[in-house]
């Protein structure tokens, strides 16, 4: 079996998941829409184990371990950063200083 069909790879899926999210967003829809859109995209989240909680029954602690989808995500925004660089002609820092910027003045 090829790795990358491989349903035990969390972080790859994850990325795709979040992919999914971006695509069903619609700038023509109603926030009610797209806040609904992404919620679905984003339940595949728990499906392909992107983030795991446990219970530690002693303790009753609860562990969240996100590791696969921040892996996935990183490998994502590394990739989209050094395509946006390449196309754009600019420097990898100054993308990066530009999307600090929107995330600055977006959120």
């Known amino acids: ?26 700038a023509d829809a ?33 562990d969240l371990d996100a590791s696969h989808l921040l892996g996935g995500v990183m490998v994502l925004v590394q990739q989209l950063v050094s395509d946006l660089a390449a196309c754009s002609g600019q420097e990898r820092e100054q993308v990066i200083a530009v999307m600090r910027e929107a995330m600055d003045t977006n959120l």
């Open 30 to 62: 109603t926030d009610e829409t797209n806040s609904r859109a992404t919620e679905l995209a984003l339940a595949r989240l728990n499906e392909v184990g992107a983030i795991t909680a446990t219970i530690n029954d002693a303790t009753d602690e609860l």
């Open 1 to 26: 079996m090829d790795a990358r069909s491989n349903s035990a790879d969390p972080g790859r899926q994850a990325a795709h998941v979040m992919l999914d999210a971006v695509s069903v967003w619609d």
